[in-house]
């Protein structure tokens, strides 16, 4: 075997030499060389996201060579390659025969050049087998069908309708959601890349800024100790000080959570600097000082010891301070309302008619240092104004607001979404993030990031499915492999200018065939053609270039962007910074910007920002930003980013259920459902667009889910089957169905890496959500939309402390979304009894039909185990209600179905 040609400076400069002059008729000349070996070559122009009003000219795109290192950056051999290599060949001096211009000129540009991430695809041996499964699975369930229809039961109508219809629609909904699972793929991070580009020792950090944005509602649901918490891993982040600024946006204009996160500015100088000496993690008090671990471990500073176990005395003070303020402000309030320290009225006295509010706690200067005389990253608290009469937009009206009040504070290029519960668990999550940020080569292209939630407190068998790992594990890694899962709301970096409507860069609609009309038509009436000019709308910014935008008159912009002329500025900025302006004249711009008449006669909510659209705005505002051309990227460290306290109970599980199944039910009768919003839309691609369908349209399944699992009880008491005779093909085919449906079940656990008993977890969750959240949520959320009915939905309050010891896993709360599943049960129960005892009293019973239908029963029963596992508590005491109900119910059944049991 050959031994392969080392990278010399010499060979390397061949090989630099030879391959300009094979594209020199193709490309542009490289950058002139340094003439000074300490000098070196610039970065390659990084493709960024165009802002509104930019004037810098777009990139043109990276020179692909064949020498040194950059040819094989496709290969997986390469992604795998440490930097050493480059390190090493420019550290051998004169003696070594290196140390030339050429290698070290080589070397900057190389290193310009490298990849940040890459792709890995899942094994052949693995995803090929599952997609021609799924396949084959479409197929027999088209066969199943078929014989379905074409073998009627006239003794039972009734039920051989309602079932097939009920199959085909549980058919129908697994093809939707089977659609983004075809392609799933993982990606690997070069952290060591990164920090040797953008963040060198003793260099100033290159990196850039990011704006972390916490939401918090009301302290009465969400706990302040969990805000405290959040906002402390933030600002313990390990990124450099100056470019982490943390905003926690107070949605109930509570004096509490002032208090509280003023309190937590004064931790902080003895917090911070604790996690950066001595590198733990988390950097969250609450769950660092609960893990139940050796914490000597691996710490091998002498002082580690004793100042964590001053640093744990502090936390408990701090804790103390906490709570005193939550019970003072527990207690009735003051006929005068709530006053400040200096006698000053609160301003958010009444939390529906108030002022904006803005406070900047700490600050990285020299008046905010830490114990240690070091700068902290800055903290502001912020609630926006609110008026009778105008709409506040839940969610995605206040981080709107916080994307313009930070825009004239900070304005960093990224933006880091967060919910208060919410804690940094990876204090380098953030970069793993700019990894796929700042890639030379597709970064440009990256909207957000979005990681996924891990939560804490979960029992050992996860009975509520809390970790939810089918969906995280199986379903988001499948999108990453179309354009990218979709925004979550919670624990994704977003890139601001994204948000601002702007394009990603090098789009060229022309160079790629429309794929409107899903596809079966190209002419479709001029549908697919360039908008018309006579429309500001969306898809004339599409449509306009840069350099037109640029010339625009600053009153179009005003018409999009607001009033505040130093915000539309900001906009400008595609590498941020805020406009230098005096604190007065800031300050008077914040207040503007958060008014609650501001987004008047603009296009925020509406093409600019989150999209107000229903509770799931979030997702919307995904579905917006791919159909302009970006992508996302799911990234999954090895140590989890972000982490939350999990719901553990079982109405608290079920009404955060109802919640996201409430917005996604709005979704779809709003006008963004993607079966009539933008169908002829190049830039969304089909697959995508399934999934967005599938995030709209899952609640809809509850309907045939809920009837069937009250056909087998039905099929018992009427001694009946949804079967007429079962002939040799259909039972072939069924046979046929279990085999191919529990392949490709099994390998779909072997790509995603799921076990087998989270993913029946999983299954049973579906079932259980399907008789109860989505059920309701079908209901409400079409009369909310038709009717304009708001229902009486009410949140569980939040009992989490931080401690976990499964307490909440048996405690019992009583929710009229109980009623449905434990309604299914108790039918299902009186079925089985009531088909024994009719065979029973039958002369001639028919042993082997009723075992069907027994197994029938019995099938859906496990599917609700957990759910009746839950209602036992600790003790296995059926609580009192369970009883009434299933009294009740006996009653009704008896009355109806008396000839059943005589």
């Known amino acids: 075997m050959m031994e392969p040609t080392r990278l010399t400076p010499e060979v390397l400069a061949a090989a630099a030499a030879r391959a300009d002059e094979e594209d020199a008729l193709d490309t542009p000349p490289a950058p002139r060389a340094p003439a000074s070996m300490t000098e070196e070559l610039p970065p390659l122009p990084r493709v960024s996201s165009p802002r509104l009003g930019s004037n810098s000219p777009r990139a043109a795109p990276a020179r692909k060579s064949n020498y040194g290192s950059i040819q094989p950056l496709n290969t997986p051999e390469y992604g795998r390659r440490d930097d050493s290599d480059l390190e090493g060949s420019e550290a051998e001096g004169p003696e070594g025969g290196g140390g030339s211009t050429v290698s070290e000129e080589f070397t900057s540009y190389d290193r310009a050049r490298l990849q940040l991430y890459r792709k890995v695809p899942v094994k052949a041996g693995l995803i090929n087998p599952y997609r021609f499964l799924v396949f084959l699975r479409l197929l027999v369930m ?89 906002a402390l891993s933030v600002l313990a982040l390990d990124y450099p000080v100056e470019k982490v600024s943390c905003y926690v946006n107070d949605e109930g204009a509570s004096m509490l959570t002032f208090q509280v996160l003023t309190e937590t500015a004064s931790f902080a100088r003895d917090w911070v600097p604790f996690c950066k000496k001595f590198d733990i993690e988390p950097r969250a008090p609450e769950n660092y000082f609960a893990i139940k671990v050796d914490y000597t471990k691996d710490k091998k500073h002498p002082d580690f010891v004793k100042e964590r176990r001053a640093m744990k005395h502090h936390y408990e003070e ?71 009469g105008y709409d506040t937009h839940r969610k995605a009206g206040a981080m709107n607001a916080l994307l313009r009040a930070s825009a004239l504070i900070t304005n960093a290029p990224y933006i880091c979404f967060m919910d208060c519960d919410t804690y940094v668990n990876n204090a380098n999550g953030v970069k793993e993030a700019m990894c796929f940020f700042e890639d030379p080569q597709k970064g440009g292209k990256v909207s957000y990031v979005q990681f996924p939630l891990r939560y804490d407190g979960v029992d050992p068998h996860d009975r509520y499915n809390n970790h939810n790992t089918a969906f995280y594990d199986i379903y988001l890694k499948g999108l990453d492999g179309i354009q990218g899962p979709i925004f979550l709301g919670n624990g994704t970096v977003f890139r601001r200018g994204s948000l601002y409507g702007a394009l990603p860069p090098q789009l060229d609609k022309r160079a790629k065939p429309k794929r409107g009309c899903l596809g079966l038509c190209c002419s479709c009436f001029g549908c697919c053609g360039p908008a018309r000019p006579n429309k500001t709308s969306e898809m004339d910014l599409e449509e306009q270039d840069q350099e037109e935008l640029q010339l625009m008159p600053f009153k179009w912009h005003t018409a999009r962007y607001g009033t505040c002329e130093n915000f ?30 501001y987004e008047e006669n603009t296009q925020w909510g509406k093409e600019i920002g989150w999209i107000y659209c229903s509770s799931a705005e979030h997702v919307v505002t995904g579905q917006k930003v791919h159909a302009r051309g970006w992508r996302s990227i799911y990234c999954l460290p090895k140590r989890p980013a972000f982490r939350r306290p999990a719901q553990i109970n079982l109405a608290d599980r079920l009404h955060a259920v109802l919640t996201e199944a409430l917005g996604a039910v709005e979704t779809y009768w709003s006008k963004y459902n993607v079966l009539w919003w933008r169908p002829c839309s190049s830039q969304l691609k089909r697959r995508q667009r399934l999934a967005y369908l599938n995030a709209a349209a899952y609640p809809m399944v509850a309907i045939p889910v809920s009837a069937y699992c009250v056909l087998p009880a039905i099929c018992l008491i009427t001694n009946q089957f949804i079967v007429g005779h079962v002939t040799n093909i259909g039972a072939g085919i069924f046979v046929a169905y279990a085999l191919v449906y529990g392949l490709s079940c099994w390998f779909e656990m072997r790509w995603s890496a799921v076990p087998l008993e989270e993913w029946w977890r999983a299954q049973q969750m579906w079932v259980i959500n399907c008789t109860s959240g989505y059920l309701a949520a079908v209901g409400q959320g079409s009369l909310r939309v038709f ?3 708001e229902g009486a939905l009410k949140a569980a309050p939040h009992e989490h402390e931080g401690h976990y010891d499964y307490a909440e896993l048996y405690t019992f709360r009583w929710t009229w979304l109980l009623i449905t599943p434990l309604t299914v049960i108790l039918i299902n129960c009186f079925g089985v009894v009531a088909g024994l005892a009719k065979a029973v009293n039958n002369k001639n019973p028919e042993w082997g039909q009723l075992a069907v239908r027994l197994v029938y029963a019995i099938v859906v029963l496990t599917f609700m185990y957990p759910f009746a596992k839950g209602l036992m508590g600790r003790h296995r005491r059926v609580p009192t209600i369970v009883i009434v109900w299933c009294l009740m119910l006996a009653i009704i059944f008896s009355l109806l179905w008396v000839q059943v049991l005589f």
């Open 318 to 388: 701090f804790k103390v301070r906490i709570n005193a303020l939550v019970a003072k402000c527990a207690k009735q309030r003051p006929l005068e309302g709530w006053r400040v320290a200096d006698g000053t009225p609160w301003p958010g006295n009444n939390p529906q008619d108030h002022p904006g509010m803005i406070q900047i706690l700490l600050q990285p200067n020299v008046n905010a240092l830490d114990n240690e005389n070091n700068l902290l990253p800055r903290l502001v608290y912020l609630s926006r104004e609110k008026r009778p």
């Open 142 to 230: 088209l066969g199943f069908f078929f014989w379905r229809i074409t073998n009627p039961n006239n003794k039972a109508f009734g039920l051989w309708m309602t079932a097939v219809i009920c199959e085909i629609w549980i058919g129908l909904a697994w093809l939707i959601d089977q659609g983004p699972r075809l392609g799933p793929v993982n990606r690997e991070t070069f952290m060591d890349r990164l920090m040797q580009k953008y963040d060198r020792e003793n260099e100033d950090s290159k990196l850039r800024a990011v704006d972390f944005f916490i939401h918090s509602s009301d302290p009465e649901n969400d706990s302040p100790i969990l805000t405290c918490n959040a």
């Open 787 to 789: 009717a304009g009915c």
């Open 568 to 597: 539309v500025s900001s906009t400008f900025e595609t590498a941020g910074g805020a406009p230098v302006n005096s604190p007065r004249t800031t300050l008077s711009d914040v207040i503007l910007v958060i008014s609650c008449g």
